[in-house]
């Protein structure tokens, strides 16, 4: 992914999270908790598990199309991110070679298997975590982790991060593009002056912070940043989680794939 | 060098995110003590600029490639281990919600892997106590290499474990280890010469800057001998019951591989210790396992005792197959519905 990419994709994923639907209207500590039970329960899968995972997959498309976050951006991230997954994997269908079932009398082994799982897995899971963010925006989930406990001075700088990330990946833009402009072939882009350009960008990162210090004292600034909004917990927040719990808890502990398979299988006889 | 949810189980991800959420907690509470409040604007601009430093590539001298900056030593360095930790946390922790790069669950582990080696373990084991207060260039070189190396090590060392530990991937111990470990080594020493040469520029270009931040900073920022001592215990426990895991399992790591490679070993000892535990947690969330919906005739598809073994014979994966077929096919079709509904509305 180039550095231009890159940039615009956060844009992006950053401008989705300020629409202006049923998802979006829900409580951020909801969503985070909701997604997190999410991910534990497809994690906790066993290796060999492929058909169970099935219907987890409603949870992201309900999020996407409810959210109406466009599939193929998240389609496109999900794959931009897998080789780490895959790499890992793919080792599987190699050393595990006892089959452990036939399928139109192909033998299949148990490495597949378990590699299927992996890259389930990883798609629910990454849709999920992506899927948070372009329904809850940043600060949402920064407001809403602060609420559930986490240390005020972790959040505070969590949203400072946010809020420079697009000027300095500007700043950062503007160097690469006057290399680029310098710089003829790889001259240029050697280790030497990528140090130069780096401790540049340091110094003048520090600087700025220091005017954003000093702008913020006189703001009346004390070492931390209150969420202006007061959201409550509403009706429709429970009902959100009570539903999702509901839908985990049932395709995680009762074979219902299988069991729907094995109607239709009955009925096609 | 990212680990992934879908490679972690429950048991190994909770802990790690555990670990993580108690030195967060830690740093948080330490910072708020000692520091003024210039260090909050600071630690944030400085985590964009992590960001923005790591999209910026240079090419490797000798091979071509191209590298970009990890930056957990140069913080550690600059900012002391409290707040570069807490940096480095938030950084990842932008980039697990905004480019997927690991993922939630997988957060904890990264930031443990990438976090807590070197802002810790490594500045105040090894960078601090060589350089101390002292500004040669040679000895800062020396130094900033062989921690970023010893960080960089440590942390793939534990994506190794971490992945074996969760029971997901097949690859050996062996020869994971061999994967990771050389090419972290490459990629330390260049890494440390980087973080070097931004340290020795900075000192020389504005050294009243890197003055004004020792000031801000906590002047007891260093962790203490105790505090050292307890994360190695922690640390000690983590990897002594890994190792313990290895040994119980097969005498020789190296025969174990081949035997793997070659598909004999059954590997049935793999029943002990963490192994066994972690399968005793999934059975134990898996505590409904087929209550009253098996159909009557259907015994013969029972499925096997053993948890790891999900019983896939022909007829039941057939129908397995059809099933995940028809819930998918159904996913799609509400999504799509929704969207039709959606866009006669709009």
Not at chain 1, 30 to 46: E, G, H, R, Y
Not at chain 1, 119 to 126: E, G, N, S
Not at chain 1, 159 to 183: D, G, Q, T
Request: overall charge positive.
């Amino acid at each position: 992914m180039t550095f231009d990419e890159k940039y615009f994709d956060i844009g992006r994923l950053d401008r989705l999270s300020y629409r202006d639907t049923c998802v979006h209207h829900l409580d951020p500590r909801a969503k985070v908790i909701a997604t997190m039970l999410f991910l534990i329960t497809v994690i906790s899968f066993p290796k060999y598990e492929v058909v169970a995972l099935a219907p987890f997959f409603l949870f992201p498309v309900l999020l996407m199309t409810l959210g109406e976050i466009p599939v193929r951006f998240i389609v496109k991230k999900v794959i931009a991110v897998s080789p780490f997954a895959i790499f890992i994997g793919i080792f599987n269908p190699f050393l595990d070679i006892r089959p452990v079932a036939v399928i139109l009398g192909v033998p299949i082994s148990g490495g597949w298997l378990s590699f299927l799982s992996i890259i389930l897995k990883f798609a629910l899971t990454v849709s999920a975590a992506l899927l948070l963010i372009a329904t809850t925006s940043f600060p949402g989930v920064c407001h809403a982790l602060r609420r559930l406990g986490f240390p005020a001075l972790f959040v505070s700088q969590l949203l400072f991060l946010y809020r420079y990330l697009f000027v300095l990946m500007e700043e950062a833009m503007r160097i690469i593009r006057a290399r680029e402009m310098r710089s003829f072939g790889s001259r240029g882009t050697g280790v030497k002056v990528f140090v130069r350009l780096i401790g540049i960008l340091f110094l003048r990162a520090v600087d700025r912070a220091e005017r954003i210090y000093y702008a913020m004292l006189s703001r009346g600034f004390q070492g931390d940043i209150p969420d202006l909004k007061r959201s409550r917990i509403a009706f429709r927040d429970l009902g959100f989680m009570a539903m999702t719990i509901a839908f985990l808890a049932v395709f995680r502990f009762f074979p219902i794939t299988e069991r729907i398979g094995r109607v239709a299988q009955e009925l096609f006889r | 060098m990212h680990m992934a949810d879908a490679l972690l189980s429950p048991a190994v991800g909770t802990t790690l995110w555990a670990g993580t959420a108690a030195v967060t907690g830690y740093a948080s509470k330490k910072l708020k003590r000692e520091i003024d409040d210039r260090m909050i604007p600071l630690m944030g601009v400085l985590g964009a600029f992590i960001f923005a430093a790591q999209m910026i590539n240079f090419t490797i001298p000798g091979t071509g490639s191209s590298g970009h900056l990890g930056g957990g030593m140069i913080l550690a360095i600059l900012l002391g281990p409290h707040a570069a930790f807490l940096v480095m946390a938030s950084v990842l922790t932008v980039q697990a919600l905004f480019f997927a790069d690991g993922g939630l669950l997988a957060l904890g582990c990264n930031i443990w892997n990438l976090g807590v080696y070197p802002c810790y373990l490594v500045y105040s084991l090894i960078y601090k106590p060589w350089v101390g207060e002292s500004k040669n260039p040679g000895r800062i070189l020396v130094a900033s290499i062989m921690s970023v190396v010893v960080a960089l090590q440590l942390g793939a060392f534990s994506v190794v474990m971490e992945t074996l530990l969760s029971g997901k991937s097949e690859l050996p111990f062996s020869t994971f280890v061999l994967m990771m470990q050389p090419i972290h080594l490459a990629i330390g020493i260049v890494e440390g010469f980087v973080t070097a040469g931004v340290i020795n520029y900075v000192r020389s270009a504005r050294p009243e800057i890197l003055e004004s931040i020792a000031v801000s900073r906590p002047l007891g920022a260093e962790v203490s001998l105790k505090k050292v001592m307890m994360t190695f215990a922690v640390l000690a426990v983590i990897t002594g019951g890994a190792l313990s895991w290895f040994a119980s399992t097969n005498p020789d790591g190296l025969e174990w591989s081949i035997e793997k490679v070659t598909g004999k070993g059954e590997l049935p000892e793999q029943e002990h210790g963490i192994a066994a535990a972690l399968k005793g947690f999934q059975e134990k969330t898996a505590f409904l396992p087929d209550y009253g919906f098996k159909p009557a005739g259907s015994e013969s598809k029972k499925e096997d005792a053993s948890p790891s073994w999900p019983g896939i014979e022909a007829g039941a994966s057939v129908s397995g197959i059809i099933g995940a077929a028809i819930v998918l096919g159904t996913i799609v079709l509400i999504g799509m519905g929704i969207r039709v509904v959606r866009r006669r509305q709009g």
